[in-house]
């Protein structure tokens, strides 16, 4: 997607030893959280061994130094708030695309049910296994993945539902109430 003045920004995950995946995404602007990019139904996605297209609406807010970049997905059937756990992003010199490395670890919130998780165990656990993960970054994966689970499961953080308003202001909705993000 491009925006008004035909930037597009592509977010860059790499994750070892999978390969890198790219989305194209539209630039929603930028605030003290970071950098808010958003991913309509239908943007375009590459990866190692495939191709296609979102099938949801999400956005994505990406906080420079931070170890995680955090995804709202509006799936219909699980709406939720999705942060890879990685090392901190960092942008391109032209401000054109987003890259980070991925560490495996997902903490999850799932709107419906007020559930928070960290997945992907098993890939973290076999990234340390192959040595594909040194030591250091393993515990900062483990740290921040609980972190993130107790900052999801306590009271909304301020950029939690500025996320889900964003996200329906630029899928031209209205903005979401308060349930939409809490249990």
Known sequence: MTDRR????????????AGVFTWKA???GEDEHGHWLFLGQGATWLGPHAAG???VDAVVLVSPGQPWVTWWVDDPADPGVELDVCLPPAPSEQGDRWSYVDLELDPVLHVRTGQVEVQDWDEFGESVDTGIMDRATADLALQTAQKLRHLLAGPAPEWLPLGWSRLARAAGRPAPGPDHYAP
């Open 6 to 17: 035909g930037r597009t920004v592509v977010i860059k995950k790499v994750k070892r030893p």
């Open 26 to 28: 539209h630039p929603l």
């Open 53 to 55: 297209r979102v099938s």
